[in-house]
């Protein structure tokens, strides 16, 4: 079968949620509400305006939920409706993001790591270190990154929290974001090249 | 033989490469190219399992749970909808 079917975890949810079934709908909502407000923050610049957007996509899934095929995950699905929402939104209050051209991104001369750190040849002049296995499951390990990801342009965010945190497919994230495969790569490697340095830096500063 | 199988790629060129490799999106010669550059490398071994620390850390992060009004106005419209 070509068409891959929802996790399962979700299937009896939807099945129930399609009859009108009000505690699968609450347990959708736990399961994505969190992750739906988040996205929707990169998108308006308020709070309040974002909340607005998770209650919007939510009324469009309990309206819309017959038209739900599974030919991508729910979760996907669901992103994919609170982004348009977000963007119409964003644009309204004249804050867009600009993910259909790379020129736009700001940052187009970075390099992935700083060049004073190789040699003339392009060998490691600094290189960097092993990783200390035991400190990536500390919590302000967790908080460093956290913190990494906040500080990238709202594109590369968007991006590194669909494919790293949210765990979605390149395939997904393009679909969700509107964007071309090599767009996506590109803000993709932008975005994990900045956080691993602030990673770094703080692995090492201890 | 390709020539590009053989070519040694600069340690600053393969960083640039990590995402192209974890993505899968490398043609064979050049997967070929920067694996042996691994396969003699410390350093960009380093750099390499230090991107799959930041993947690894950052699938871990949780998004905050809904505010209880949130929660609650959620539910409500739900009911309001379903109501015959």
């Known amino acids: 079968m070509a068409v891959s079917p929802p996790p399962d975890e979700d299937a009896p949810l939807l099945d129930a949620l399609r009859v009108g079934d009000e505690r699968a709908f609450e347990a959708l909502v736990d399961r994505y509400g969190p992750s739906l407000l988040r996205l929707a923050q990169l998108y308006v610049s308020s709070r309040s305006v974002a909340e607005e957007v998770v209650q919007e996509t939510w009324l469009a899934v309990v309206t819309g939920i017959e038209r739900f095929e599974g030919r991508s995950s729910l979760k996907t699905w669901l992103f994919r409706i609170l982004t348009n929402k977000a963007k119409t939104r964003g644009q309204r209050e004249g804050r867009t993001l600009p993910f259909s051209s790379l020129a736009s991104d700001g940052d187009e001369d970075q390099t992935a790591v700083a060049v004073e750190r190789f040699a003339r040849g392009g060998a490691w002049a600094t290189p960097p270190r092993g990783v200390p296995e035991e400190r990536l499951l500390a919590g302000e390990t967790r908080a460093r990154v956290e913190q990494a990801i906040s500080a990238l342009p709202p594109n590369q965010r968007a991006v590194i929290t669909l494919r790293d945190v949210e765990g979605l497919s390149a395939e997904e994230a393009c679909n969700v974001l509107g964007i071309s495969e090599t767009n996506q790569r590109v803000l993709l490697h932008r975005a994990r090249a900045k956080v691993r340095t602030a990673l770094e830096r703080y692995l090492e500063d201890a | ?84």
Not at chain 2, 12 to 30: H, N, R
């Open chain 2, 1 to 84: 033989m390709s020539t590009a199988a053989t070519r040694d790629l600069p340690c600053q060129q393969i960083v640039e490469l990590v995402t192209d490799y974890l993505e899968g999106a490398m043609d064979a010669p050049l997967r070929t190219s920067f694996e042996a550059h691994l396969a003699g490398c410390p350093h960009c071994t380093h750099y390499l399992e230090q991107i799959e620390a930041t993947i690894r850390v950052a699938g871990t992060i949780r998004a905050e749970d809904l505010s209880p009004e949130l929660r609650a106005g959620l539910l409500a419209a739900f009911r309001e909808f379903r109501r015959p």
